[in-house]
């Protein structure tokens, strides 16, 4: 089974604080992805990486970067944290290439849901 | 751009009666379609995809969805609900031949189960 591992499943920061969250996967995927998840909202990719050291922002990239400098780990990072950034932050991957089918399901961590005081 | 909407955000639905959740999307293109369910405190889990071929897919823990071309819809149904099966229920596309395969995502529908 595919495991993507969120290193934290709750996490209390305060304004203004750098925050990591971390992300691993053991299935040696290609794609890696950050998402925040708000109700009413879905899910909103942030960040997404096809390789490493390689990025792509998403939808809603301000405020956030990200860093895969091995394969298997990639992480989101909140250079200078907001209120309006509590929410879940849910991690996925995926084998890749584009168009393999199957190899495009994504398997997601079980979240970490971040508050900002 | 694409977009997906699931029209409804709550559901409330007895056990054992039959639940159908909706799904549009607006894309350019046949994409890939998924519905994923998040329990609570959970992550996202796959039940089930559509790609290509026959349009009624069958998926895990008895749900199955039907593909509608011509209404861009992709809906979710199973025909016996049980009390497990109060979740949250994401529909998602993503383009076909694209870098990084990424996943829209509609609002989701939260589904209720009544005794």
């Known amino acids: 089974d595919v495991k993507v591992t969120q290193s934290s499943r709750y996490l209390v920061k305060r304004t203004g604080e750098k925050v990591f969250l971390e992300c691993v996967q053991d299935m040696d995927h290609e794609n890696m992805f950050w998402y925040r998840q708000d109700p009413g909202l879905g899910l909103r990719l942030i960040y997404f990486s096809y390789d490493v050291k390689m990025k792509e922002k998403g939808d809603i990239p301000e405020g956030y970067s990200v860093s895969r400098e091995k394969k298997e780990r990639f992480s989101l990072i909140l250079e200078s944290a907001s209120t309006n950034q509590t929410s879940m932050y849910l991690c996925?991957?995926?084998?890749?290439?584009?168009?393999?089918?199957?190899?495009?399901?994504?398997?997601f961590g079980a979240g970490t849901r971040l508050s900002v005081l | 751009a694409q977009s997906v909407t699931q029209p409804d955000i709550h559901i409330t639905v007895s056990e054992g009666a039959s639940l159908e959740l909706r799904c549009n999307y607006s894309y350019g293109a046949t994409p890939y379609l998924f519905w994923y369910v998040q329990s609570p405190g959970q992550g996202l889990q796959l039940l089930l995809k559509y790609f290509s071929g026959d349009t009624l897919v069958q998926g895990i823990k008895g749900f199955e969805a039907e593909f509608k071309r011509s209404q861009s819809s992709f809906n979710l149904r199973k025909p016996s609900v049980h009390w497990s099966d109060a979740a949250e229920y994401f529909c998602?596309?993503?383009?076909?031949?694209?870098?990084?395969?990424?996943?829209?995502f509609g609002g989701g529908t939260r589904v209720l189960v009544k005794p």
């Open positions: 998602a596309v993503a383009p076909i031949k694209a870098a990084g395969n990424k996943l829209t």
């Open positions: 996925a991957s995926s084998l890749g290439p584009p168009g393999g089918g199957t190899k495009n399901i994504q398997y």
